[in-house]
């Protein structure tokens, strides 16, 4: 079994910083890109940012310069550091990866159970 293990969510004043946490664990062979998404409540999840195995990212136009994601490969977690926060970043953020399992050839979608950003104005 492989699963994503968010951390860091929570509720924070407009203006300041929050870093969330994804840990991938279980029977991991190799992991290719890494992301960070968010969906509100009746609206389609949205891409934050990604980030591949060698390093590259993406973000969306929203978060750029304000969101930096990272990974450490040798924990199999992915970051995302969000700085200056706007009551307008209020989401459930949900990392994901794309995994091959140990015994596996392919790669899948794997997601994480979500967690709640509030940011206060």
């Known amino acids: 079994q492989v699963q994503l293990v968010e951390s860091g969510g929570g509720l924070v004043q407009a203006g300041g910083p929050l870093r969330l946490s994804c840990a991938a664990s279980g029977s991991i062979g190799s992991i290719r890109a890494m992301g960070w998404y968010r969906k509100a409540p009746g609206k389609q999840r949205e891409l934050v940012a990604t980030?591949?195995?060698?390093?590259?990212?993406t973000y969306a136009d929203s978060v750029k310069g304000r969101f930096t994601i990272s990974r450490d490969n040798t924990k199999n977690t992915v970051y995302l550091q969000m700085n200056s926060l706007k009551p307008e970043d209020t989401f459930v953020y949900y990392c994901?990866?794309?995994?091959?399992?140990?015994?596996?050839?392919?790669?899948?979608?794997?997601w994480g159970q979500g967690t709640q950003v509030t940011v206060s104005s």
């Open positions: 994901n990866a794309r995994i091959r399992k140990r015994s596996g050839v392919r790669f899948d979608d794997y």
């Open positions: 980030i591949t195995s060698g390093g590259t990212t």
